[in-house]
């Protein structure tokens, strides 16, 4: 039995060097691009003012425009997708400028309501 | 049971306890150090607009009531907030911030050897109406940062920028 624990202590001390190795060289290497906090704040602000000034509401009666201006009025250099969707998947509306690859896009989420269901308005945003 | 298998069912529970405890410490570590690396690749620049932007924008100051002091100065006001809520701006501490000293205002916004722009603007996309322009920002700056943010003013949409620069 002798030479089965030191079988053991062999695996256990492997498993560990192999774990330290990897995680050494993990940080070692330069970390993925973490997606940009102002993006992110500035998405959130656009979905913060469209439940606001009435945007959402006036989309739910029928007239997305409102919505539609807000969204074309961010940055040029912004591309976004912006959908509002309900709990069963159903896509009340979706807008793009889709110009570039989606490379660390962020996503800002705010629940919104037409009085009687409950919708999530989703704005992914990237960089051109 | 014999002895010998609990004993291996001893060191099995212990190695894999230890094993949760060795990858969450590595997840952990991971991620605060994709988080310190994502901050300090941010220019200094970058992260003082972003961060002045968000407390204008998102905050009533502090003290909140800052915008009735007779002279705003870096000993009665600890922060500058524009917001009467969240993405609504309030006409009375923007007239308050216009009239306050430009200097203190730099000071309050921790931009010390920075100087910096404020514009409030309405239909900023088709006919840009300027309603508030402060700046303290020298134009031969080399280095300008703008952090644009999307407000209420008076019930309708502005864009607030916040250019900051040496």
């Known amino acids: 039995m002798r030479g089965i624990v030191a079988t053991l202590d062999a695996i256990v001390a492997l498993v560990i060097a192999v774990f330290v190795i990897g995680a050494t060289m993990q940080l070692l290497s330069k970390p993925p691009a973490r997606p940009d906090d102002y993006l992110y704040k500035y998405s959130m602000d656009v979905l913060t003012v469209a439940t606001k000034d009435g945007s959402f509401a006036q989309g739910f009666d029928g007239d997305w425009t409102r919505l539609a201006g807000l969204a074309d009025s961010m940055s040029s250099n912004v591309c976004y997708n912006l959908t509002v969707t309900n709990a069963t998947g159903y896509q009340a509306y979706n807008r793009e400028r889709d110009c570039g690859p989606h490379e660390n896009a962020v996503v800002g989420r705010r629940v919104v309501s037409d009085r009687t269901r409950v919708y999530t308005a989703e704005l992914e945003a990237w960089y051109k | ?166």
């Open chain 2, 1 to 166: 049971m014999g002895r010998g298998l609990a004993f291996v069912m001893d060191a099995g529970i212990a190695l894999m306890i230890f094993l949760v405890i060795l990858m969450s410490i590595a997840t952990l570590w991971a991620e605060t150090y994709r988080h310190v690396y994502g901050i300090g690749e941010m220019s200094p620049l970058k992260r003082r607009a972003v961060d002045v932007s968000e407390l204008l924008v998102k905050t009533g100051g502090d003290p909140i009531n800052w915008y009735e002091l007779n002279a705003v100065n870096d000993s009665n006001t600890y922060s500058l907030g524009l917001a009467r809520e969240e993405n609504v701006l309030d006409r009375l501490r923007l007239d308050k911030l216009n009239e306050t000293n430009k200097t203190v205002i730099n000071t309050i916004f921790g931009l010390a050897g920075e100087g910096f722009e404020l514009t409030v603007t309405h239909n900023w996309t088709t006919s840009p109406n300027v309603r508030y322009n402060i700046t303290t920002l020298n134009g031969s700056a080399a280095t300008v940062y703008t952090a644009e943010r999307i407000v209420l003013l008076d019930g309708e949409r502005a864009a607030l920028r916040l250019r900051v620069g040496r």
